[in-house]
């Protein structure tokens, strides 16, 4: 089976400009996540989703973050306009929360975005 | 809040035994997770613990102590491949799939 997909791998623009980061959960997981990773600050929950719906976006730095789930099997992280310290490896992560068994979450490969 | 705490390095020997510490103060307790991280690469599930106790997978066992806020990671036979960042996660009880993530122990496993 397909585990969580991403898109694009590497990512590099200037300072201004926008990006979309792109997510395809595991098919049939109803939850999805996105995260940041840096050496300073470690992983940390931007946002996340359970049934399309955005649950809890308290990580989300600032406004020009936003995300979007317009369907079960896709999610969007834009940045606009993107700033050297938004570089980083932005992770999407899903999982299945139906039922009441604890499952883990299963990360994508990742984006690693570098803004000059 | 939600405070997790790791060791930040560790190095052991191929062949050997190491345990990696995790202690964590939460509101509440909700499920632990460990997950194991090479470097350039996307972290990966290795267990969880809801109740006290051991829970063995292999060569990887996952230890949790709720009364002490406390989780070890036991990495038996260690190779040179288990050379990686390890995460201590435990799940927000406020909301049950938040995981809230350690800063990782990054192990090196030396010949």
């Known amino acids: 089976d397909a585990g969580v997909i991403q898109s694009p791998r590497h990512e590099v623009t200037e300072m201004g400009q926008e990006v979309t980061l792109r997510c395809k959960p595991i098919?049939?997981?109803?939850?999805l996540f996105w995260y940041r990773q840096t050496m300073m600050r470690g992983l940390e929950l931007l946002i996340y989703f359970n049934n399309n719906v955005p649950i809890d976006d308290s990580g989300m730095p600032e406004d020009r973050f936003s995300a979007k789930m317009p369907n079960a099997s896709f999610s969007t992280l834009k940045i606009q306009p993107s700033e050297p310290r938004d570089s980083a490896v932005y992770f999407c992560?899903?999982?299945?929360?139906?039922?009441?068994?604890?499952?883990?979450?299963?990360f994508g490969p990742g984006t690693r975005l570098t803004v000059l | 809040g939600q405070n997790i705490d790791q060791p930040t390095e560790m190095t052991a020997t191929e062949g050997a035994i190491v345990q990696i510490n995790c202690t964590y103060q939460?509101?509440?307790?909700?499920?632990l997770f460990w997950y194991q991280q090479h470097a350039g690469e996307a972290p990966t599930f290795l267990s969880y613990?809801?109740?006290?106790g051991l829970e063995e997978k292999g060569r990887f066992s996952s230890f949790l102590s709720r009364s002490k806020g406390y989780s070890y990671l036991l990495l038996k036979e260690l190779q040179m491949k288990d050379s990686a960042s390890y995460l201590c996660a435990v799940r927000d009880p406020g909301a049950t799939n938040k995981l809230i993530f350690g800063t990782g122990t990054l192990l090196a496993v030396q010949p």
């Open positions: 098919s049939g997981h109803n939850s």
């Open positions: 939460t509101s509440g307790f909700n499920g």
């Open positions: 992560a899903s999982t299945d929360n139906r039922g009441v068994t604890l499952r883990a979450q299963y």
């Open positions: 613990n809801v109740l006290d």
